[in-house]
């Protein structure tokens, strides 16, 4: 038996195994980060979907802002002359 048979024989016996369960380790890793981008993609859809309503919660924050802002102004009046 001449050396390119045992190279050959060791390559098919040992090496193209290995090779082929790096391969699946590998796909395996790959179907993962598939299934959770698409989990992502589905996420930031329904996401975008609740971004519809944001002027409007944001015109209502600022009416909140103004209003709290007023009382304080009321408070801080009558504080100030209690303390000083």
Same mark, same amino acid.
């Given at each position: 038996?001449? !050396?390119?048979?045992?190279?050959? =024989? &060791?390559?098919?016996?040992?090496?193209? %195994?290995? @090779?082929?369960?790096?391969?699946?380790?590998?796909?395996?890793?790959?179907?993962?980060?598939?299934?959770?981008?698409?989990?992502? !993609?589905?996420?930031?859809?329904? =996401? &975008?979907?609740?971004?519809?309503?944001? %002027?409007? @919660?944001?015109?209502?924050?600022?009416?909140?802002?103004?209003?709290?802002?007023?009382?304080?102004?009321?408070?801080?009046?009558?504080?100030?002359?209690?303390?000083?």
């Amino acid at each position: 038996m001449s !050396l390119w048979m045992v190279g050959n =024989l &060791i390559l098919l016996i040992i090496i193209v %195994p290995v @090779l082929v369960g790096l391969l699946n380790m590998l796909l395996g890793a790959l179907e993962r980060i598939r299934a959770a981008s698409d989990d992502t !993609l589905a996420g930031g859809v329904a =996401l &975008i979907g609740e971004l519809n309503t944001t %002027p409007e @919660l944001l015109a209502t924050t600022d009416v909140v802002i103004k209003e709290v802002a007023n009382g304080a102004v009321r408070y801080a009046g009558p504080v100030s002359k209690l303390l000083g």
